[in-house]
């Protein structure tokens, strides 16, 4: 297949005018008519995917490889050292990312992966309505998403609504109307805000959280009649 066939498919899935402004979406690297031997889907790519990768592969990620405009081509240096490699074997690559959040993502982990039923879902955030107390919601946690320990501000003993955002989504305190937030990458700062406004929060993790795109996207792909394979790329941080 030719990259623009599968990516006509893909913009069907989850349109690419979808996803936020910041955002760098759709095709990365690649020549809309090149034709390719190959799908893999990933989290991302590193070195490692890239070295295994037959030539003339086309790489569907969730995260975007080059966000902004680069300046330089390093090639020592991140991204330049996955591009060159990139080049060398005329691999593509797509970003689904914000569009794919909005339209999938979320929305499976909450349901398919925690269990939740979903009650509202307002682009970024789920939100659903129960009684779950602090240990059970934490059991929950780390026996779905595979973690041993969970970082935790403002815990209540009782919770009456959770809200979650795959990824990062700590900057979206303000839009959450819930007893306790799930979401990852959630720094100081913004704990300190969360204690302040009595909100409850939960980091599980960005690649923890996010995982589970290769999952979504191969299994849609296959309903559209598009055989992929998974090559996840790992989690960079390693617990000792």
């Known amino acids: 297949m030719e990259i623009k066939d599968i990516y006509n498919k893909l913009n069907k899935i989850s349109p690419f005018e979808l996803q936020e402004r910041w955002d760098n979406s759709g095709l990365i690297i690649g020549d809309m008519n090149r034709e390719v031997n190959q799908i893999v889907v990933s989290l991302d790519i590193d070195e490692n995917i890239l070295k295994k990768a037959k030539e003339d592969t086309l790489f569907i990620v969730h995260?975007?490889?080059i966000f902004s405009g680069l300046k330089e081509l390093n090639f020592s240096t991140y991204p330049s050292n996955l591009l060159e490699i990139m080049l060398q074997k005329r691999l593509s690559l797509i970003a689904m990312h914000t569009n794919f959040d909005k339209s999938h993502l979320n929305s499976f982990v909450f349901e398919k992966i925690l269990g939740f039923k979903k009650e509202l879902e307002d682009e970024f955030i789920c939100k659903t309505i129960g009684n779950w107390?602090?240990?059970?919601?934490?059991s929950i946690?780390?026996?779905k998403l595979n973690l041993d320990t969970?970082?935790?501000i403002s815990p209540k003993k009782k919770i009456k609504s959770i809200a979650l955002t795959t990824g990062a989504g700590a900057s979206l305190i303000d839009e959450v109307n819930a007893d306790c937030f799930l979401t990852g990458d959630i720094?100081?700062?913004?704990?300190?805000?969360?204690?302040?406004?009595?909100?409850?929060m939960v980091d599980i993790g960005h690649y923890e959280s996010e995982k589970f795109f290769v999952d979504v996207m191969k299994e849609e792909l296959e309903n559209l009649g598009v055989f992929a394979?998974?090559?996840?790329s790992k989690n960079p941080f390693?617990?000792?």
């Open 63 to 65: 995260h975007p490889l």
């Open 133 to 138: 107390s602090k240990d059970e919601l934490l």
């Open 141 to 143: 946690l780390k026996s």
């Open 150 to 152: 969970l970082r935790v």
């Open 187 to 200: 720094k100081y700062h913004d704990a300190m805000k969360a204690m302040s406004q009595n909100l409850m």
């Open 229 to 232: 394979i998974i090559s996840q």
């Open 238 to 240: 390693e617990i000792s």
